[in-house]
């Protein structure tokens, strides 16, 4: 049996990563690959625990030291119980955020060094990394304007921090798929749902021709 595949979404708050992660995980299906559709923090019941601490908008500001350890921790039991089971079956992983979100919240908006998180994630996940990372860009007056109809104004304990440090995990996130071009497809996700989607399809091509 070969090895599956892992897909991860990244970006900035209502990029639309759960919104083309659904709308993959449908058209593998509709190809006949098993594929699992996962998100972070979470996936696994250990995993959803404590992504309602980190969330929880009534909850406690953590510190980002404390908030790289808990999601580490999140991740580990998510790729020990799900991740890696399903890619060793030979299923598809489509997940909504990973690892690339602690390296850009924690690291580019909370200020933690890149090696640090690297070494949590080294011993939490044993490292790995998604075959392909697709990193959603909108258009901030559109990502602002879907954000305000969908939420009305509401907020996570992490979304609600202030536009300065979302611009500095938006350039993060530039700077890691800069440096990584063999694993980040920038994609632009301002235009209608499947739009993006045909550009998501196109990006996989030489995965999804491995596995026809
Ligand atoms: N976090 C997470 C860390 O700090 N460190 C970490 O390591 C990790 C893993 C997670 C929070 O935790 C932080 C980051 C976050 O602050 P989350 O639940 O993943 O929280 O929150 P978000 O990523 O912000 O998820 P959102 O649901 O808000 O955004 P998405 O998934 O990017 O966007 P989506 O698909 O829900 O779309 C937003 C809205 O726009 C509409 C959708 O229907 C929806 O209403 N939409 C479109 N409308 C028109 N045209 C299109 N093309 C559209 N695409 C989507």
Known sequence: MARGRFIVFEGG????????????????????????????????KGAEAIRRL?????????????EALLFAAARSDHVAKLIRPSLERGAWVICDRFVDSTRAYQGGGGGLSDTDILALHRVGSGGLLPDMTI???????????RLARRDGGEHDRIGGR??????????????F??????RFVRIDSSGPREETHQAV????????????
Do not use: N, Y
Not at 13 to 42: H, Y
Not at 162 to 175: E, L
Not at 204 to 210: A, D, E, F, V, Y
């Open 13 to 44: 708050e209502g990029a639309g990563k759960s919104t083309q992660a659904a709308l993959l995980a449908e058209a593998l299906e509709g190809r006949g690959l098993e594929t699992v559709l996962t998100r972070e923090p979470g996936g696994t």
């Open 54 to 66: 980190l969330l929880d908008p009534e909850g406690q500001d953590w510190g980002p030291q404390a």
């Open 135 to 145: 990193l959603l860009e909108g258009r901030a007056a559109i990502v602002a304007d």
């Open 162 to 175: 202030d536009s300065a440090f979302h611009r500095k995990v938006a350039a993060a996130f530039r700077r």
């Open 177 to 182: 798929a800069e440096a990584e071009p063999e």
């Open 201 to 212: 399809i196109d990006a996989l091509g030489s995965l999804l021709g491995q596995a026809a």
